[in-house]
């Protein structure tokens, strides 16, 4: 019997494997694709450099320079530390930080401990205990009461604000979103009426004049002697606005379940609201989780907006630090550095959506 | 009786109608109170009521004028209709740069150049997650510390002048001779469209390829020209008086920064909406067209894109929506659309809260519902036929 030895296995030729097939395959395929390459070159070359020059190379890294001695040719990067407080808090008093602070701590702490207990019986006890508990001691830390001072809305500002607002207009227009959503499907003429005016209307209108609506037209609504905080109005017209978004992507988690649910449901003998808390929304806000995500990012973009009607959201306290006498000119800094925080933030919500887009995918590949 | 009574009660029927006329009751008195609040509270305030503010004169200046005649003694009214205006001249002015930077960044995700794909990558994964308003005042800040003085504008042929104020140029005089210039344009696209019908129409008989860009340029471009030059008429020139430029038109910085920054957010969404829609394409297609001997841009331009638009142009047709709403973040810079002017300097003069907004949110329904109209008109058009 004849023995074939196994033979040496043969490199790939030089030219397949080096950087040079690389750039052949990727850069240089064809003429076309080389005068492309050249230009997307041309278009680096005239982009990048002035961007890193302002950015790394004329800029002023010095910390302790002032708005003098920092000089116009680059960026002073100095005006954010300066700044940096404002940035974060607003202009919370110095001495109260560490209660945002706690604030703040707290839900790492609540995350932390509700890793630990995932696995047992006390899983939804615990979330929903959160939900209920938490918003009132943050609240009682943010603002005071209970021996603490009281810090007045118009002293909360920066990140601070923008998360905080972000976080209740999510929170507070989840179940109203939720109610218009049901309201849309359902079989009552009158409610599915009002439920699509209502979500039709505020989509179809900028996020700008609802807030105008609420910070103006909205206090005459109510008797006189009602005085309204300029922050709990706009809370009020952004938890109004978002509840149309919100009540859509609901809908679309409805629409997305397979009738035969519906029907099994019926044919078991539940109630409407056996039907709809046990069986509809678990698998409902299942699927719709990836796009509330994506409206939650919405609405964090939409926060910017707060400075419109006046508030000093972090992109607000721009105008707030580059306008003082001591740092005039510097919108440019505060501009790129606020949309490098929010960039962060969005850009990992919107990868972390997408993780969730597959792992709740059921779609078979 | 009572056992009656109970079950009509667990009537479904009976049920559902309870529950509506319990919405409608509550819904009811909640509107009365506020109404009644809102009465008590502008009389209180001495607030007038009613339209009527619309016929007072507005007294303030508006930068940007296209078409309207307003001035100061304009009314209340006119300055309305200049926002309606600028509102919609920003936004198309947005729509179609968005359109062609989306198409162009849509189709570069997917080039096989590995460096064209990453630099528009790059570039929709930055400016989408920025939000709009940032945008806005970042390229407004550059745009003013950018350009240079009025005095020192950059001058096109001592016509066009562009400075930190905006952009300059001159102004046809509306008189006998410039409708002739007008009148040769509209015959110079009719004629170009009577053309095109007969190319494609020639195209489907005999699959004969003409070629009608000389046409094109010919009849839409050149011909006006000609005619302006023949017929003599005249345009207003801009020229530099004292600190500012006279004469002429422009239009303002706040303009350019707000298109540009409208475009260049709105463009990454499209961008995604195109390539998605090229996605869609089944491979097979490609494939076919590549074997009857199409080349690549034959391929992309008549096989992918017609098919690919029918799934991008809902999702596009949003970001038109979008970007029509994004543009009333111009009362952050200051251009001088519909909120800015309605919403704000009337405001601000006749205090009338409730009628003023509520009808800016009319102007933006009107618009959202025009939008939706031709959505649905599109996706009925578009159904695969035979399904």
């Not at chain 1, 925080?341 to 993780?355: A, D, E, Q, T």
Request: hydrophobic share 50%; aromatic share 14%; glycine share 6%.
């Amino acid at each position: 019997m004849a023995i074939y030895p196994l033979k040496e296995t043969r490199t790939p030729p030089k030219s397949q494997t080096k950087a040079i097939a690389w750039l052949k395959d990727n850069l240089f395929s064809s003429i076309s694709n080389a005068a492309l390459t050249f230009v997307a070159l041309y278009v680096i070359y005239l982009l990048l450099p002035p961007i890193l020059n302002w950015t790394i190379f004329d800029a002023n890294f010095d910390l302790t320079a002032d708005n003098q001695s920092c000089g116009r040719e680059g960026a002073c990067w100095s005006f954010i530390n300066a700044n940096l407080k404002m940035f974060i808090y607003g202009f919370y008093p110095k001495e109260e930080l560490w209660r945002v602070n706690t604030m703040f701590g707290l839900i790492a702490v609540l995350v932390m401990f509700g890793s630990l207990i995932k696995k047992t019986q006390y899983r939804v006890h615990y979330i929903i205990g959160s939900f209920l508990i938490y918003p009132v001691v943050a609240f009682v830390l943010l603002y005071g009461g209970l021996g603490l001072e009281i810090v007045e809305t118009d002293k909360w500002g920066g990140l601070t604000l923008t998360v905080i607002v972000a976080a209740i207009g999510i929170i507070a227009s989840f179940p109203l979103g939720i109610l218009f959503a049901l309201g849309r499907q359902s079989e009552m003429r009158v409610v599915r009426f009002i439920s699509v005016i209502y979500i039709e209307f505020v989509r179809g209108v900028p996020l700008i004049t609802i807030l105008f609506m609420a910070s103006v037209v909205l206090p005459l609504f109510f008797s006189a002697g009602m005085d309204f905080d300029k922050l709990l109005r706009a809370l009020i017209g952004i938890t109004l606005f978002q509840t149309a978004y919100i009540a859509e992507v609901i809908r679309g988690g409805f629409q997305a379940i397979p009738k035969g649910q519906y029907e099994a449901a019926d044919a078991a003998g539940l109630s409407f609201m056996q039907k709809t808390i046990l069986i509809i929304l678990p698998q409902a806000l299942k699927i719709s989780i990836p796009n509330i995500v994506g409206s939650f990012i919405a609405l964090f973009k939409d926060t910017t907006l707060l400075l419109i009607i006046g508030l000093f959201d972090m992109l607000a306290i721009v105008g707030a630090a580059s306008s003082n006498s001591s740092w005039l000119g510097r919108e440019t800094e505060g501009y790129v550095f606020v949309a490098m925080v929010i960039w962060v933030i969005l850009y990992s919500m919107s990868r972390y959506s997408k993780r969730l887009e597959v792992r709740f995918s059921t779609e078979h590949r | 009786m009572f056992t009656k009574l109970k079950s009509l009660l667990y009537n479904n029927e009976v049920r559902a109608i309870l529950f509506q006329v319990l919405a409608v009751v509550v819904i009811a008195y909640f509107a009365y109170q506020a109404f009644d609040n809102m009465m008590l509270n502008i009389e209180q305030r001495g607030i007038r009521s009613g339209f009527g503010f619309l016929n007072d004169e507005a007294g303030f200046a508006v930068n940007d004028n296209f078409f309207l005649e307003y001035s100061p003694a304009s009314t209340n009214l006119q300055a309305f209709y200049v926002g309606i205006v600028n509102t919609l001249i920003v936004a198309i002015t947005g729509i179609f740069f968005a359109t062609v930077l989306g198409l162009i960044v849509g189709i570069s995700r997917l080039s096989s150049n590995y460096l064209i794909r990453k630099m528009a990558t790059v570039y929709i994964e930055i400016f989408r997650n920025i939000p709009i308003l940032l945008q806005i005042l970042f390229w407004y800040s550059i745009a003013l510390s950018a350009f240079p003085s009025p005095k020192n504008s950059i001058n096109f042929f001592d016509s066009i002048f562009l400075n930190s104020r905006g952009l300059y140029f001159p102004k046809p005089i509306m008189e006998g001779e410039f409708y002739f210039v007008l009148a040769s344009l509209v015959a110079g696209i009719v004629g170009y469209i009577f053309i095109k019908k007969h190319s494609n129409k020639k195209h489907d008989e005999t699959g004969v390829v003409t070629n009608i860009i000389p046409h094109f340029l010919g009849l839409v471009v050149l011909l006006p020209i000609v005619v302006y030059l023949v017929s003599g008429a005249q345009l207003e020139y801009p020229a530099l008086k004292g600190f500012n430029f006279r004469g002429g038109t422009d239009l303002s910085i706040e303009f350019f920064a707000l298109a540009f920054a409208l475009s260049i957010y709105a463009a990454t969404y499209i961008a995604e909406a195109i390539r998605s829609g090229i996605e869609s394409v089944d491979k097979g297609q490609k494939e076919a067209a590549a074997a009857m001997g199409l080349t690549q841009t034959q391929a992309l331009r008549q096989v992918v894109l017609p098919q690919a638009l029918r799934v991008a142009i809902p999702p596009i047709i949003n970001q038109y929506l979008n970007l029509t709403k994004n543009s009333s973040l111009a009362a952050a810079v200051g251009y001088t659309e519909l909120v800015t002017i309605f919403s704000g300097t009337v405001l601000n003069v006749v205090g009338q809260a409730i009628e003023i907004i509520i009808l800016t949110m009319l102007v933006y329904l009107t618009i959202s519902l025009v939008i939706s109209l031709i959505l649905n008109i599109f996706n009925k058009k578009m159904q695969i036929k035979g399904k």
